[in-house]
Protein backbone atom coordinates (compact mmCIF):
# COMPACT_ATOMS: atom_id res chain seq x y z
CA UNK A 1 0.00 0.00 0.00
CA UNK A 2 1.28 3.59 -1.23
CA UNK A 3 1.88 6.23 1.41
CA UNK A 4 -1.22 8.37 0.40
CA UNK A 5 -3.42 5.18 0.61
CA UNK A 6 -2.18 4.48 4.02
CA UNK A 7 -3.11 8.08 5.08
CA UNK A 8 -6.33 8.18 3.67
CA UNK A 9 -6.98 4.69 5.29
CA UNK A 10 -6.28 6.16 8.39
CA UNK A 11 -8.14 9.62 8.03
CA UNK A 12 -11.56 7.13 6.78
CA UNK A 13 -11.18 4.90 10.12
CA UNK A 14 -10.83 7.86 12.17
CA UNK A 15 -7.65 6.97 13.82
CA UNK A 16 -6.40 10.54 13.25
CA UNK A 17 -8.39 13.20 15.85
CA UNK A 18 -8.87 16.82 13.95
CA UNK A 19 -9.22 19.49 16.35
CA UNK A 20 -10.84 18.65 19.93
CA UNK A 21 -10.37 15.61 21.30
CA UNK A 22 -13.71 13.74 20.60
CA UNK A 23 -15.38 13.43 24.61
CA UNK A 24 -14.27 17.15 24.37
CA UNK A 25 -16.63 17.72 21.60
CA UNK A 26 -19.33 15.70 22.59
CA UNK A 27 -19.14 17.98 26.09
CA UNK A 28 -19.27 21.07 23.98
CA UNK A 29 -22.43 19.86 21.75
CA UNK A 30 -24.11 18.81 25.35
CA UNK A 31 -23.90 22.05 27.07
CA UNK A 32 -24.67 23.75 23.41
CA UNK A 33 -27.58 21.80 23.25
CA UNK A 34 -28.61 22.60 26.84
CA UNK A 35 -28.35 26.39 26.21
CA UNK A 36 -30.43 26.08 23.56
CA UNK A 37 -32.88 24.37 24.85
CA UNK A 38 -33.06 26.24 28.14
CA UNK A 39 -33.18 29.51 25.98
CA UNK A 40 -36.18 27.73 23.81
CA UNK A 41 -38.15 27.01 26.90
CA UNK A 42 -38.03 30.70 28.12
CA UNK A 43 -38.52 32.22 24.47
CA UNK A 44 -41.94 29.90 24.25
CA UNK A 45 -42.53 30.82 27.95
CA UNK A 46 -42.10 34.87 27.12
CA UNK A 47 -44.32 34.31 24.40
CA UNK A 48 -47.02 32.68 25.72
CA UNK A 49 -47.08 34.67 29.01
CA UNK A 50 -47.11 38.11 27.24
CA UNK A 51 -50.13 36.74 24.97
CA UNK A 52 -52.22 35.53 27.79
CA UNK A 53 -51.98 38.93 29.63
CA UNK A 54 -53.06 40.50 26.43
CA UNK A 55 -55.97 38.26 26.37
CA UNK A 56 -56.64 38.43 29.96
CA UNK A 57 -56.56 42.36 29.71
CA UNK A 58 -58.74 42.56 26.18
CA UNK A 59 -56.37 42.56 24.09
CA UNK A 60 -57.76 39.80 21.84
CA UNK A 61 -55.26 37.37 19.70
CA UNK A 62 -56.78 34.44 18.75
CA UNK A 63 -57.10 31.78 21.37
CA UNK A 64 -55.49 29.13 19.05
CA UNK A 65 -52.73 32.08 19.34
CA UNK A 66 -52.52 30.68 23.18
CA UNK A 67 -52.94 27.32 22.32
CA UNK A 68 -50.05 27.17 19.66
CA UNK A 69 -47.52 29.05 21.66
CA UNK A 70 -48.55 26.76 24.83
CA UNK A 71 -47.93 23.63 22.58
CA UNK A 72 -44.58 25.12 21.52
CA UNK A 73 -44.10 25.36 25.38
CA UNK A 74 -45.29 22.29 26.25
CA UNK A 75 -42.74 21.04 23.02
CA UNK A 76 -39.41 22.11 24.33
CA UNK A 77 -40.14 21.75 28.04
CA UNK A 78 -40.28 17.94 27.47
CA UNK A 79 -37.54 18.00 24.55
CA UNK A 80 -35.52 19.35 27.15
CA UNK A 81 -35.82 16.35 29.45
CA UNK A 82 -36.47 12.76 28.88
CA UNK A 83 -37.35 12.18 32.84
CA UNK A 84 -40.68 10.84 33.19
CA UNK A 85 -41.42 12.99 36.31
CA UNK A 86 -40.61 16.60 33.93
CA UNK A 87 -42.52 14.82 31.02
CA UNK A 88 -45.36 14.85 33.24
CA UNK A 89 -45.06 18.14 34.81
CA UNK A 90 -44.88 19.83 31.50
CA UNK A 91 -48.48 18.00 30.35
CA UNK A 92 -50.17 18.95 33.37
CA UNK A 93 -49.07 22.74 33.03
CA UNK A 94 -49.84 22.82 29.60
CA UNK A 95 -53.15 21.29 30.17
CA UNK A 96 -53.78 23.74 33.16
CA UNK A 97 -52.98 27.34 30.68
CA UNK A 98 -55.92 25.60 28.60
CA UNK A 99 -57.98 24.83 31.46
CA UNK A 100 -57.37 28.21 32.43
CA UNK A 101 -57.87 29.90 28.57
CA UNK A 102 -61.39 27.46 28.46
CA UNK A 103 -62.56 28.98 32.00
CA UNK A 104 -61.60 32.24 30.72
CA UNK A 105 -63.76 31.72 27.59
CA UNK A 106 -66.51 30.52 29.06
CA UNK A 107 -66.62 33.61 31.07
CA UNK A 108 -66.47 35.76 28.63
CA UNK A 109 -68.65 33.92 26.43
CA UNK A 110 -71.58 34.49 29.15
CA UNK A 111 -71.15 38.50 28.31
CA UNK A 112 -71.59 38.12 25.31
CA UNK A 113 -68.33 38.77 24.05
CA UNK A 114 -66.73 35.01 22.68
CA UNK A 115 -68.35 33.67 20.29
CA UNK A 116 -69.66 29.61 20.54
CA UNK A 117 -66.44 28.17 18.06
CA UNK A 118 -64.26 30.03 20.52
CA UNK A 119 -65.53 28.18 23.34
CA UNK A 120 -65.42 25.07 21.75
CA UNK A 121 -61.88 25.09 20.53
CA UNK A 122 -60.96 25.98 24.22
CA UNK A 123 -63.13 22.44 25.42
CA UNK A 124 -61.28 20.85 22.57
CA UNK A 125 -57.69 22.00 23.71
CA UNK A 126 -58.06 21.27 27.07
CA UNK A 127 -59.79 17.90 26.61
CA UNK A 128 -56.83 17.28 23.97
CA UNK A 129 -54.50 18.50 27.14
CA UNK A 130 -56.24 15.83 29.73
CA UNK A 131 -55.92 13.00 26.86
CA UNK A 132 -52.17 13.56 26.61
CA UNK A 133 -51.35 13.41 30.60
CA UNK A 134 -53.92 10.66 31.05
CA UNK A 135 -51.94 8.44 27.77
CA UNK A 136 -48.53 9.61 29.20
CA UNK A 137 -49.72 8.28 32.70
CA UNK A 138 -50.88 5.06 31.29
CA UNK A 139 -47.11 4.37 28.96
CA UNK A 140 -45.25 4.77 32.67
CA UNK A 141 -47.51 1.86 34.09
CA UNK A 142 -46.73 -0.27 31.33
CA UNK A 143 -48.81 -3.03 29.78
Known amino acids: MTGWKIAL ?10 GLPRAEQDHEQ ?9 QRVEAARKTY ?3 WSNYRDGFRVSNDTLYRWSKRW ?19 AHRNRMADLER ?14 ELSAAEY ?18 P
Open 30 to 38: ANTLERLAK
Open 74 to 92: LAAERDRSKKPADQTAALL
Open 104 to 117: LIRNVRRVGQATVD
Open 125 to 142: YKTEAEVWLLQADAAKKG
Open 9 to 18: AVLGLGLVPL
Open 49 to 51: EVL
